[in-house]
C-alpha cells in the first residue's frame, strides 16, 4: 500500500506539471487561444538531426554573430528544433538536394517567443547598432518595426518555419565570426562579404535590405538560379517561401498555424 500510495501521488505531480503552461493569443486568430508549453517540447516538435542527420546545422542566433552581435535569448543549444511534419518534408527534399551533389543548411529553426521578444527589445534600443555595417547598412533602425524587419511575433514560433540556404559538398565549414571584427555589408560582392560555405544567394543570410527580397529584378545570373534552386525544391515538398526573405520558408500545413511557443532550445 505505502509503494502504492506513493506512486499515485507521483502520478498527480506529473498531471499537475502537464497543465502547467503559458498562453499567448494568436495575431491571426483574433480571440483564439491555445496552450504553449514554457519548459518541455512538445511531442509533436523533434530535433532535425534525429529526422535527418545529413541536413547541415549553422545556427546562427546561439553565436553574436548576427544582427544584434550577441546570442538571442532562449537558445541554449545550437540545434535545430521542428515539428515532425516540416522535418520530414525537409528530408524529402534533402534528398532531391544530394542527388546534386548539394545540401541543405539551416541557420534557424523554431524560434521560442522570449527571442523574438528579444529582437523587440534590441530594435528600440536605438543606440545599439554594433553589427550595422553587415547586416542593415542602408536601413534607419528606427524604420525596423515600420519596414517588416522586426515584428512583436515570428511564424518560426510555430514551428513549421526555417531559415534556409545550399551548399555544395564537400562542405567546408564556415569560419568562425570574431566578435569586434571588422564588418562587411552583407549585400556587397561576394568575395567582400562574411565567408559563408552557401552558394552566391546575392546577399548574407538576414540581410535588412530589399536586395534580399528572393525574387528581385537587381539579382541576376547565378545567384539569381540558386535562388530559384532552392525555392523550386523546397516548394516541391510543401514549404512556401516568404518573398521578402530569400532564406525564409515555412512547411503547410503548418502542425500549428496559431500558436506560437516559447520553450527554449536545448
Known amino acids: 500500500m505505502p509503494r502504492l500510495a506513493a506512486a499515485l501521488r507521483g502520478l498527480a505531480v506529473a498531471a499537475a506539471a502537464l497543465l502547467t503552461v503559458t498562453v499567448l493569443p494568436s495575431p491571426a486568430a483574433g480571440t483564439a487561444r491555445r496552450p504553449v508549453s514554457s519548459s518541455g517540447m512538445p511531442k509533436e ?11 547541415i546545422q549553422e545556427m546562427r542566433y546561439p553565436t553574436p554573430h548576427d544582427f544584434m552581435g550577441v ?16 522535418a520530414r518534408a525537409l528530408h524529402r527534399a534533402q534528398r532531391s538536394f544530394l542527388r546534386r551533389g548539394l545540401s541543405l ?23 545599439d547598432q554594433r553589427m550595422k555595417g553587415e547586416f542593415y547598412p542602408r536601413e534607419d533602425k528606427s524604420k525596423l518595426f515600420d519596414d517588416g524587419y522586426i515584428a512583436a511575433k515570428s511564424g518560426h514560433s510555430r514551428g513549421s518555419t ?19 571584427e571588422p564588418l562587411t555589408s552583407c549585400y556587397g560582392p561576394r568575395a567582400a562579404r562574411f565567408p559563408d560555405n552557401s552558394l552566391d544567394m546575392g546577399t548574407g543570410f538576414d540581410c535588412f535590405d530589399t536586395l534580399a527580397h528572393t525574387l528581385d529584378q537587381r539579382i541576376h545570373g547565378r545567384p539569381r ?38 520553450f527554449p532550445v536545448q
Open 71 to 86: 546570442p538571442v535569448d532562449g537558445y541554449r543549444r545550437p540545434v535545430c528544433l521542428l515539428t515532425r511534419d516540416a
Open 162 to 180: 526555417l531559415d534556409v540556404t545550399l551548399v555544395r559538398l564537400p562542405a567546408v565549414p564556415t569560419r568562425p565570426y570574431v566578435p569586434g
Open 225 to 262: 538560379a540558386n535562388r530559384l534552386l532552392l525555392k523550386h525544391g523546397l516548394e516541391r515538398a510543401g514549404f512556401v517561401n516568404l518573398p521578402e526573405e530569400w532564406w525564409h520558408y515555412t512547411f503547410t500545413p503548418e502542425t500549428f498555424p496559431d500558436t506560437y511557443f516559447d
Open 105 to 127: 543548411k539551416v541557420y534557424d529553426c523554431y524560434r521560442p517567443q522570449r527571442a523574438v521578444d528579444h529582437f523587440v527589445r534590441w530594435a528600440k534600443d536605438l543606440g
Open 45 to 55: 516538435f523533434v530535433a532535425l538531426r534525429e529526422v535527418d542527420p545529413t541536413i
